[in-house]
């Protein structure tokens, strides 16, 4: 599950409080800027081709295929998060960033890559629509955080749009995986059937079934955990805002 991505990383609050206390090296941090720069940069380009697209076409329909080679290399380029991780230059669990990254790869390869059917479906659109907002919006605020010049208003943009962003996300994911079923169970896609000489079998159209289902119990834990989060880091402005 996507979750905006919002929880790719801590929230802003503890964040910055815990790289005070261990933060990155110059070289991490010089390098992590570039990182982020660089994702910010991608991912604009993917929404001025969606935009661009939509103006040359006059319509929404395959839009996807104007924006799937860079959609496809900057959405994998996020696998290096949880490589960040790892090494410990960013201050996140690793089981937590890798889920998340992992199941937008999933869906970017072993779904929408994969099932070409599923491609010019509009719940691609909106998956990609809220993707591409919320990764813009991320990678921004991680970067000014390493500069250490963080505007409140992109602040307030990572505390607040993934009200909208994550429904609508995990709506277009839930929908684009229901559309591949038909094709995954017509062709046998990625499935291992009996007998072989491992003596193992594997029904990718069952493993795609109790993936939409384990939606269930992630989403409202994610999106109300970020609803929490939310509070902490805006509520004190927003309550200083109506004593004023």
């Not at 720069?37 to 295929?65: D, E, F, K, N, Q």
């Not at 277009?172 to 009996?194: D, F, N």
């Amino acid at each position: 599950m996507s979750a905006p991505a919002m929880g790719t990383s801590k929230m802003a609050h503890s964040d910055s409080s815990h790289r005070k206390k261990k933060g990155p090296g110059a070289l991490a941090t010089a390098y992590l800027v570039i990182y982020n720069v660089v994702m910010t940069a991608g991912w604009l380009v993917i929404a001025v081709g969606l935009v661009r697209a939509y103006l040359a076409r006059g319509s929404y329909h395959g839009l996807y295929y104007s924006i799937e080679k860079p959609l496809k290399f900057f959405q994998t380029g996020a696998l290096l998060e949880i490589l960040h991780c790892a090494v410990g230059i960013v201050p996140s669990s690793v089981v937590l960033t890798g889920f998340q990254v992992m199941s937008r790869v999933f869906l970017t390869w072993a779904v929408t890559h994969s099932v070409r059917e599923v491609q010019s479906e509009d719940s691609v659109l909106l998956f990609v629509v809220a993707w591409t907002i919320t990764e813009i919006i991320r990678y921004s605020f991680y970067t000014f955080s390493l500069l250490n010049h963080l505007p409140y208003l992109i602040k307030w943009a990572r505390y607040t749009f993934f009200i909208v962003l994550y429904p609508m996300g995990v709506t277009g994911e839930l929908l684009t995986i229901y559309s591949a079923l038909p094709y995954v169970q017509k062709t046998g896609l990625y499935s291992i059937t009996l007998p072989n000489k491992y003596n193992f079998s594997f029904d990718y159209h069952t493993f795609l079934i109790i993936t939409m289902i384990s939606y269930i119990p992630l989403f409202p834990q994610l999106y109300f955990h970020m609803i929490r989060q939310r509070k902490k880091v805006l509520g004190h402005v927003e309550e200083y805002s109506k004593v004023e």
